[in-house]
């Protein structure tokens, strides 16, 4: 069983930055971030391979985040800055419990977080 425990979110003005964590016990593959703003569907953010050795990203934050994973602490990362409102929205940390491809879509995941709110103001 993966458990997945996100923490970082807040209220952030515009152009601003934040770091998103999420920990997880268990063993994991790829691991990945969604997001899901008040009456959108949820959407890829990015996206980090079981190695470590590659990355993917949403058109919309390529360029504004960077993803890393810390497999000593079992711990995956999100770096965003120069943040837009339209970036507030609802974060879920993503994990794969066994290796597989598809890892830029929500169906390439099996267990997820709770979710952490991140509101950027203008």
């Known amino acids: 069983q993966v458990r997945l425990v996100e923490s970082g979110g807040g209220l952030v003005q515009a152009g601003g930055s934040l770091r998103l964590s999420c920990a997880a016990s268990?063993?994991?593959?790829?691991m990945g971030w969604f997001r899901q703003a008040p009456g959108k569907e949820r959407e890829f953010v990015a996206a980090?391979?079981?190695?470590?050795?590659?990355?993917y990203y949403a058109d919309s934050v390529k360029g504004r985040a960077a993803i890393s994973r810390d497999d000593a602490k079992n711990t995956v990362y999100v770096q965003m800055h120069s943040l837009k409102p339209e970036d507030t929205a609802v974060y879920y940390c993503?994990?794969?419990?066994?290796?597989?491809?598809?890892?830029?879509?929500?169906?390439?995941?099996?267990?997820w977080g709770q979710g952490t709110q991140v509101t950027v103001s203008s």
């Open positions: 993503a994990a794969q419990k066994i290796l597989r491809l598809g890892i830029m879509s929500s169906s390439g995941y099996d267990a």
């Open positions: 980090i391979s079981w190695s470590g050795g590659n990355t």
């Open positions: 268990g063993r994991t593959y790829a």
